[in-house]
């Protein structure tokens, strides 16, 4: 019985995306893979050198999106992980349905699906991961002190969408609408992180609403969001760096966003022009 109710809230936990939360076989060297002869950023799975190409070609434009955004260089060269095959990749990376992740501990693993089905998607993806690599490099894997919605709504909003796919923007409004929105007074922990089911989102929702959140916020005021990314990466902690900057916390300041959503117009407009701000 015990163990079923751990199982059940693993599944209920589990996130569409990107970062994993400490798994012990992740943490286990990664090998088979080889670099490539052109790009030694990029490590792959042997056979597969042709998709590791694919990476290669797209890296400049994904470090350069992430530097730009966070106003830093990356501390390290980052390097990336492909996989070609399905067993590649989930022996490393046991979240279900991903098809990119950053392991413990900040390291890039691309799923087959970005050379398959979702080819489309590799460019805004890998700029995601990345986003969090860069980050990670600077305050940890995936830092508890910085809240999942701004861990995800920042690395999609460097990917301009990226990793937001599969909700639109009028998707996010209308579930804000309906009253179910991301509670920014709830703090996380190392051990109990808040996402998208504690609010009654979906996965796809919960990324969309947490981009639109941070876009807000850097919308309004360009000067203090980049104040406040700076200190996020100087490793000041999330609430006491929002604090400095706006001098109220992240639920008052952002209420205004989702008082926008309610009451303006433009926000109740369900038709595709405000939908995914994420273009090829
Ligand atoms: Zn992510």
Redesign the pocket.
Known sequence: MKTWLVVAVLLATV?G???TVSNPRALQPIDGFVPLADDARVWVEPGYGAYGERVSAALPAAIAAVEAAHTLPFLRPPRVYVCGSEECFHRYVYTPRLSAA?IPDNRVILSPNLNGRESARLPGLLT??L??LHLGQRIGHYNSTVPVWF??GW??LTANGG?AEYASDAQAYAAIRAGRRIDLVARDTPDWRHRAGAFGLNIFEF?RESMLLVGWLKTQDEARFHQLVLAVQANTDFEIAFWNVYGQSPATRLTGFFDGVQGNAVFNDNGQTLAAPAQP
Request: with cysteine.
């Open positions: 996130q995306c990107a970062l950053v995601h991961e986003a969090h861990h995800e690395a999609s990793g990324y």
